[in-house]
């Protein structure tokens, strides 16, 4: 199995710990990654301005991988959803296809929709699969309640993102209950991390912020779980933020998917950049040995 | 003596520039915080600086980056091989050619006692050191002109560069082809080192010149080709009696030889209209010109590029003294050598290609950020150019892991944004997801509230209807070239299919933030369907919900009509903008 990795602009600035962790994962599982040098953003930052431009700007990621012969795996989930959207448009816009293909074909790109777009988890549920993730589980966790955070762009529009049921996913809790860890339920689930308004109108998206991490926290949750930087930087430095500014006191700790799986997977600590992230999560760590403890006291 | 006089005047010009240059690094201020810091300071922060580095294990990082990245310039490597080579070829051949040839009296001559330019290895090494600079500029006129590198950006300054090297060279080659064939050249060459004089002996010259026309490239007017072997053998004794010991095989000397072979032709031609003479002072001024205007060109970077490339690798943001960081930015500015690696590598100069802003793309910001440095004036247009250009960059980083010289190009972004910011005028791109990263790096105070609301209000400023406190609506406000506009979009002519039930507002993460949301956010979602549906352009562009809306697509996702509410609202940000551009520069407040 064979990927181009689209990283996007924030993973390699501002959260590499992602990008090692989930290539540290998918090494394990057996998916190859190719990285395409010439990658740019994917067009969501500009979207409020300039459709064509971000259309432009994705439609060219996606000629470069097709150029290549690939599809594509995206770690992010804002660029995930602006790459189907342009993908689609690209299928379905006769008139805007050309007018981008013109653009791009003065680098010798084009695009007419010959490659897919997914998501790494997805990537890891259907392609990869629960049973081949099992096998190469190292030990599980016991008694950790994780709250999972779908993040908007890979649930809606769902006609065209086509992750998962949009009104009662599931492909993310059962990934996380891989590792043991139980996936628990609560109501804001579905709803955004506030991330989009953050540097825009920061009380908002604070406000918003703030009530996912209350409501989580009061439904049992021991670490919230994201697989998108944008919602990762939101829970982990925007909170910490929050934390200091309106010094509330319903912290709860975010850390990324491919850090969890990869604990239980038992890859290399350094490679997951568990110290990396600003609030701690290393106390995951003692719901490993709650087991051992348990057959001890048995 | 004239010679003499160009040479100085031309060392002091270079001399009085590079004390100027380096003074513009204390003096020049980047950004928002630098004003603070006079230029005394500056350059007593920099002395105790280095010294303090100079003096701790730091030593040993410099080192090694002086190593790695000056000499061996593997950061050029890393991106491009051909480019490392011409970078190489030209850096190393003309740095050779320097201490080799130009410094002669100064350098080889001290340190060899038989040194000869005529002699090899020297006249040898002279010729490849030429080639090497001359394969260097090939190169760097096939990446530049010849290979169509989109949005690689070649100025003046880069034709300058290119042009100058190309001079030197050419004329050296040149004047090395017109002496090996000039007559006169061997005429006086007889008389001053063979002790022969043109009446007396007639003969043996004649017999020396056969020698030299066979053996040596020398055209002449006088003997020609085939000679006899005894006159030749003749020749040859004169030659090593009085020539050899300070003539090597002129084929040695290859770029020259083969030139003049090619000018053999015309080459008596040549030789009577004074070629060496005129050539070489072609050479020498080529070179003086060089010299004279190294410190207003590009070619400075051969003393700031190094300087930039062992500063960041000691500094640190948090950690080095502000003062420092001020003069090492301004440093930077002439470090750079516009060789666009960052625009090649930049994730958004794509952007480029739609909106027509060279300050989208690094290398170009740059110049820009040069002017502002140097105190310009600009005019309004210009710094929104650069400020929008600046906006537009998604803080990924990899201008500044790239950058072969090491300029930290990210911070120099933030702190150029932060300042053209402070001068009030709107930026659109301030209201997209842009603004995470300046977010992130937030400090308290008025600077970083006011941009957002300064856009928001040139936007709102538009939209009359939007500012009647209770909206009786003429329906004389209906534009119904706005509603066509929206009509043509297959996703935004689904407004059509909206009934009012209201879904969209009441799924809104952001609607259900306010105890009042009107009175914050305007007209709510359903509302702002509505207004499209009536054509009321005012109220559909004016409205906060647009700039509050998360992309969420709860609304879109319910919507049981199938209105594309979110891409419905993308579109009327795009207009919104759009709209307020339009409108002439000199009638917006600001």
Avoid at chain 2, 225 to 242: C, V
Wanted: hydrophobic letters at 45%; glycine letters at 6%; a negative charge.
């Amino acid at each position: 199995m064979r990927f181009a990795l689209f990283l996007g602009c924030n993973i390699p600035a501002r959260l590499n710990q992602y990008e090692s962790s989930a290539r540290a994962v998918l090494k394990k599982v057996d998916v190859d990654l190719v990285d395409i040098k010439e990658f740019n953003c994917c067009g969501y930052p500009v979207r409020n301005l300039d459709h064509q431009a971000f259309v432009l700007a994705s439609a060219r990621n996606l000629a470069l991988a097709a150029k290549e012969n690939l599809n594509v795996i995206s770690l992010c989930k804002c660029c995930y959803g602006s790459l189907k959207k342009a993908d689609h448009l690209m299928k379905e816009d006769a008139s805007l296809r050309v007018e981008i293909n013109k653009i791009l074909s003065k680098e010798g790109l084009q695009y007419d929709g010959d490659i897919q777009v997914k998501h790494f988890l997805s990537v890891l549920f259907h392609e990869v699969g629960i049973e081949t993730i099992k096998e190469k589980i190292d030990k599980t966790f016991t008694d950790l309640n994780i709250a999972t955070h779908y993040g908007c762009h890979v649930l809606r529009p769902s006609k065209i993102v086509q992750f998962d049921d949009p009104v009662a996913p599931s492909i993310f809790d059962k990934l996380v209950e891989v590792t043991g860890a139980k996936s628990i339920d609560w109501s804001m689930k579905l709803d955004c991390c506030g991330a989009p308004l953050w540097g825009v109108n920061d009380d908002l998206s604070m406000n918003l912020t703030e009530k996912k991490l209350e409501n989580g926290k009061k439904s049992g949750a021991d670490f919230l779980c994201t697989a998108c930087p944008y919602c990762q930087m939101q829970f982990d430095t925007v909170q910490n933020t929050i934390l200091s500014i309106r010094g509330t006191n319903h912290q709860l700790p975010s850390l990324l998917y491919p850090q969890l799986l990869g604990l239980s997977m038992g890859i290399e600590k350094d490679l997951l950049g568990l110290k990396m992230n600003d609030l701690p999560i290393e106390g995951i760590e003692d719901f490993f040995t709650n087991l051992e403890q348990k057959e001890m006291e048995a | 003596m004239f010679f003499t006089i160009s040479l100085y005047v031309a060392l002091a010009i270079f001399g009085l520039g590079l004390v100027y240059k380096a003074s513009t690094w204390f003096r020049f201020n980047i950004g928002v915080e630098t004003g603070k810091f006079s230029a005394q300071t500056r350059v007593s922060k920099a002395i105790s600086g280095i010294a303090s580095v100079l003096f701790s294990v730091k030593i040993l990082t410099l080192i090694k980056v002086f190593v790695v990245d000056v000499v061996l310039q593997v950061r050029i490597l890393r991106q491009d091989f051909l480019r490392w080579l011409m970078h190489i070829c030209i850096y190393l051949g003309f740095m050779l050619l320097l201490l080799m040839h130009a410094l002669e009296s100064f350098i080889t001559e001290p340190l060899f006692t038989d040194y000869y330019s005529t002699v090899n290895p020297f006249m040898f090494l002279r010729d490849l050191f030429g080639l090497m600079v001359i394969i260097g500029i090939g190169i760097a006129i096939l990446r530049r002109f010849i290979f169509k590198v989109p949005r690689l950006k070649t100025n003046a300054m880069d034709h300058y560069a290119i042009i100058i090297l190309a001079v030197i060279m050419i004329s050296g080659v040149f004047l090395e082809a017109t002496k090996i064939t000039s007559h006169t050249e061997f005429q006086v060459m007889v008389e001053d080192y063979a002790g022969l004089s043109l009446e007396d002996d007639a003969e043996e010259i004649k017999a020396l010149e056969s020698y030299w026309v066979k053996e040596y490239g020398v055209i002449s007017p006088n003997v020609k080709k085939p000679f006899d072997t005894e006159i030749l053998d003749q020749g040859k004794e004169s030659h090593e009696m009085s020539c050899a010991e300070c003539h090597s095989r002129p084929q040695w000397a290859f770029l020259g030889y083969s030139t003049a072979k090619i000018i053999s032709a015309v080459a008596l031609g040549l030789d009577k209209a004074n070629m060496p003479t005129i050539l070489w002072y072609l050479h020498f001024f080529a070179c003086f010109i060089g010299l004279a205007y190294l410190p207003f060109s590009k070619m400075f970077h051969i003393f700031a590029s190094p300087l930039s490339l062992l500063a960041n690798a000691v500094m640190e943001k948090e950690k080095s003294d502000p003062a420092n960081i001020a003069t090492r930015q301004v440093m930077e500015l002439d470090a750079c050598t516009h060789c666009c690696t960052c625009t090649l590598n930049c994730s958004a100069a794509v952007f480029f290609e739609t909106f027509p802003n060279t300050n989208i793309l690094p290398s170009e910001k740059i110049i820009s950020i040069k002017a502002l440095a140097a105190g310009k004036e600009l005019s309004e247009q210009e710094l929104r150019h650069i400020q929008e250009g600046i906006y537009l960059c998604t803080n990924c980083n990899r201008c500044t892991v790239v950058c072969p010289v090491g300029i930290n190009l990210q911070d120099l972004w933030f702190n150029v944004r932060e300042s053209l910011l402070k001068k009030g005028y709107p930026e659109f791109f301030a209201l997209s997801p842009l603004s995470f990263y300046r977010g992130l790096m937030k400090e308290d105070g008025d600077n970083y509230q006011k941009p957002l609301d300064k856009t928001r209000e040139a936007i709102a400023d538009r939209c009359e209807l939007m500012k009647m406190p209770d909206k009786v609506l003429p329906l004389s406000n209906i534009d119904s070239a706005f509603k066509g506009i929206l009509n043509q979009s297959d996703q935004a002519n689904t407004f059509s299919g909206c009934f009012g039930c209201e879904t969209c507002s009441t799924v809104c993460p952001v609607v259900a933030n306010y105890d009042n949301p009107k009175e914050v956010l305007g007209l709510l979602p359903h509302q702002i369907m509505n207004a499209c549906g009536l054509g009321l352009k005012d109220l559909a562009l004016g409205s906060n919900m647009l700039w509050d809306c998360l992309t969420c697509y709860q609304c879109q996702e319910q919507c049981p009509q199938g209105v594309c509410v979110t891409d419905i609202l993308y579109e009327l940000k795009n207009e919104a903008v759009e709209q307020v551009k339009e409108k002439p520069l000199m009638e917006r407040k600001l």
